[in-house]
C-alpha cells in the first residue's frame, strides 16, 4: 500500500467516526456537532485536496504491518471526539468560538500554502521564498498543527494536547529538519534560513 491511502482512509472515515459517536452516545448537544462540522469538514477537504494537488511525499509505498501501524496512529486523533461526546460536558460558548477561529485560521495556512508549494513547484523546480513561505519555512505544518489543536481545544481534556505534542515531536519536526536538509542544495537556502522561522516568523528578522 501507499502512505497516502492509509491517511486517506482516516481522514475519510472520520465524519462517520464522528457520528457514530454521537449516535452510540446518544449526545447531540452543540459541542459534538460543531466537532463534526469541524474535524469533517477538514477530512473532506483533505480528499479533495488530494485529487487537486496531493502531496509527494505521500505517494511513498509502505508494507502492511507498517500500515496497520499507521492507521492506529493516525487513529489517536480520535480519542479527542470520543472523550468530547463520551464525557457528555456542557461546552462554553467562548471555548467553541476559540476552537472555531482557530480552526479557520490553520485550514487557512495549511492548504493555501499546501497549493502554493505545489502549483510553485510544478512551474519551477526552486526554493520558494514568497507569499506564506516569506517568513516562515513550514507554514503549511503551521496550519496542521493549529487544525488539531483546534479539535484537542474543543474536546477540553488534556490527553489530546498530550496527543498533539507526541505527533510533533515524532512526526512534524523530523519531516520540517528534513525538509531543511533537503533545501540545502540551493545556494540561497542559507540567508533564507537566517530571514525565516522554521514554524513561526522570526521577530528579529
Known amino acids: 500500500m501507499k502512505l497516502n491511502q492509509i491517511i486517506n482512509l482516516h481522514k475519510g472515515l472520520t ?5 457514530g459517536l454521537m449516535v452510540f452516545y446518544d449526545n447531540f448537544t ?32 509502505i508494507n502492511f504491518l507498517t500500515s496497520i501501524t499507521g492507521f492506529i ?16 460536558k456542557s461546552i462554553p460558548n467562548i471555548v467553541i468560538a476559540t476552537s472555531i477561529s482557530i480552526n479557520i485560521i490553520g485550514v487557512f495556512l495549511h492548504f493555501a500554502s499546501d497549493a502554493q508549494k505545489y ?3 510544478k512551474l519551477k523546480k ?13 507554514t503549511n505544518y503551521l496550519g496542521e498543527i493549529l487544525i488539531y489543536l ?11 494536547f498530550a496527543i498533539l505534542a507526541i505527533f510533533f515531536f515524532i512526526v512534524f519536526l523530523p519531516r520540517m529538519i528534513k525538509k531543511d536538509k533537503s533545501l540545502t542544495k540551493y545556494d540561497s537556502f542559507e540567508d533564507y ?8 516568523p522570526k521577530l528579529n528578522a
Open 15 to 19: 465524519a462517520f467516526v464522528v457520528l
Open 193 to 200: 534560513k537566517k530571514k525565516t522561522g522554521l514554524l513561526l
Open 119 to 121: 502549483f510553485s513547484l
Open 30 to 61: 452543540i459541542g459534538p456537532y460543531v466537532y463534526l462540522a469541524l474535524h469533517g469538514t477538514y477530512g473532506l477537504l483533505w480528499l479533495l485536496k488530494e485529487k487537486i494537488f496531493p502531496d509527494p511525499y505521500f505517494k511513498e509505498k
Open 150 to 160: 483546534s479539535f484537542a481545544i474543543l474536546s477540553m481534556n488534556f490527553i489530546p
Open 73 to 88: 496512529f493516525l487513529g489517536s486523533y480520535w480519542i479527542a471526539p470520543f472523550i468530547l461526546i463520551s464525557s457528555q
Open 126 to 138: 526552486d526554493l520558494i521564498k514568497e507569499g506564506f513561505f516569506k517568513n516562515v519555512r513550514n
